[in-house]
């Protein structure tokens, strides 16, 4: 099992920055990549990036490419997701989640942390 802990939510105005910020615990070796993933009110859970374990190989939504950047910390067991020029539609609940092998399904779920942009 593996467990995931989200922080560093909160509200900012358009064109702010936050940092979130997901710790893994438990069967940490297993994990082969994480992702953030985020949901707007009303809306589906949409996928935003993953990089994997090993910091090697990261992935982006198009709708936050250039702007959001994510990163990994193995000595703290640490994912971290940098947001800059935010913009109102980047608010949503955000998501951390693992998963255990490249064709694997994302097992492991963190509780989410609510980010809200004002315009």
């Known amino acids: 099992q593996v467990q995931l802990v989200e922080s560093g939510g909160g509200l900012v105005q358009a064109g702010g920055s936050l940092r979130l910020s997901c710790a893994a615990s438990g069967r940490t070796f297993s994990i082969y990549a994480m992702g953030w993933f985020r949901q707007a009110p009303g809306k589906e859970r949409e996928f935003v990036t993953r990089i994997s374990w090993s910091g090697e190989s990261t992935n982006y939504a198009d709708s936050v490419k250039g702007r959001f950047t994510i990163s990994v910390d193995n000595a703290k067991n640490t994912v971290y997701l940098q947001m800059t020029g935010l913009k109102p539609e980047d608010t949503g609940v955000y998501y951390c989640?693992?998963?255990?092998?490249?064709?694997?399904?994302?097992?492991?779920w963190g509780q989410g942390t609510q980010v809200t942009v004002s315009s």
């Open positions: 989640a693992a998963k255990q092998g490249s064709r694997s399904q994302w097992a492991y």
